[in-house]
């Protein structure tokens, strides 16, 4: 179970470290093999699973029909983007380029744990989501019953 908050630098290469807390954590999970792909929900952001994770997400957005245009936006989105990524001797993983850009994810990122996942925001898609309040009017019926 992943989770918390850490401001996370991108270098000159497109690198970024995993922070030291969750290397352990990752390890033990999947054995370091991870996947990075988008977010297709918000954008500025791209999700990061463990090996394992990922491939309980991959088969169910695979098996949707592809008839439907949603469907097949969210496979290429989720799946067909998916890229494998394993932390180098330093604990590093390589985002590629084009996620990079698609995010806008540039030096400064956040890397939230969440739960079965990694959400990684851009520095400035984050601080404008985390700033948003939930309103009365967006409380689902399934919130309504939390006691927070």
Request: some cysteine; overall charge negative; aromatic content about 6%.
């Amino acid at each position: 179970m992943f989770q918390g908050e850490t401001a996370i630098t991108v270098d000159d290469k497109g690198r970024l470290s995993i922070p030291t807390a969750y290397r352990e954590q990752v390890a033990g999970a999947c054995g370091n093999r991870l996947v990075l792909t988008y977010n297709p929900f918000e954008s500025g952001c791209l999700w990061l699973f463990p090996q394992d994770e990922w491939e309980r997400v991959r088969d169910q957005v695979n098996a949707l029909p592809s008839v439907k245009a949603v469907h097949r936006a969210l496979q290429m989105k989720l799946v067909g983007a998916a890229a494998q990524v394993e932390p180098d001797g330093a604990g590093r993983i390589l985002l590629p380029a084009s996620q990079r850009a698609a995010a806008g994810i540039e030096k400064k990122a956040v890397l939230l744990g969440m739960g079965s996942k990694f959400e990684l925001w851009s520095e400035q898609a984050h601080l404008a989501k985390i700033r948003q309040t939930i309103g009365e009017d967006d409380i689902s019926d399934d919130m309504a019953g939390l006691r927070l």
